[in-house]
């Protein structure tokens, strides 16, 4: 999965491009769009990403000097080398939801990344909070499968018993089996809620 990461890097980090508007997590949402969508435009890309025109068509190019992607008159879609590296993200991160203001999720929007099989790489959840607050979340809490309940790691007690709403919710739109690693970023602005839970599953990914 490393290498996979990198690659993400490798599109962000090519050389001799100027100064850049977007990372790891903007490619991974385009990646994304790309996988649900036959052709992207740039609008939509600009409308989705929060990027400029300049800094989305710099990012199409750098998909484009990867191998990644291709573009025509109706728009950028991914190539089979595209497909089989999103394929590959998307078995270890299949699914995301957004979720309400909760007990314990107190901001407006909260955005969950379920990690597949993960839990044993999950120290404190500290770690997933710092690299989700370099993205502007106003908070974030880790969350690990076990014995069919969402707890904090290293805990037993379950973490929503005082919410059962969010926990029913969640374990409805993710269906975490055991071992796995829900993310949850929040913020009032829920292009940040979302960026910041990609930041901080891709590089819980990248450092395990």
Known sequence: MRKIIQYLQNVVSIKGSRILTFSIPHVFKALQMLSNERFVSRATFGKEIHLG????KTLILHLKETGIVDSTKSGTFLTEKGHKLTEQLQKIIPKECTIKKGVI???????AILIKNYSKMIKTGLEQRDYAILYGS??????VCKNKK???????????????KTRDYILEKLSPDEGDVIIISSSDDPF??????KNS???TLASN
């Open 201 to 203: 599953a891709l590089w």
């Open 150 to 164: 969402l707890i904090f790691p290293g805990e037993d007690k379950e973490c929503f018993i005082g919410d059962s």
């Open 53 to 56: 025109q300049g800094s989305v």
């Open 192 to 197: 940040v809620a979302e960026i910041s839970a």
């Open 138 to 143: 106003e908070g974030c809490i880790t969350v």
């Open 105 to 111: 999720l107190q901001c407006k929007f909260n955005h």
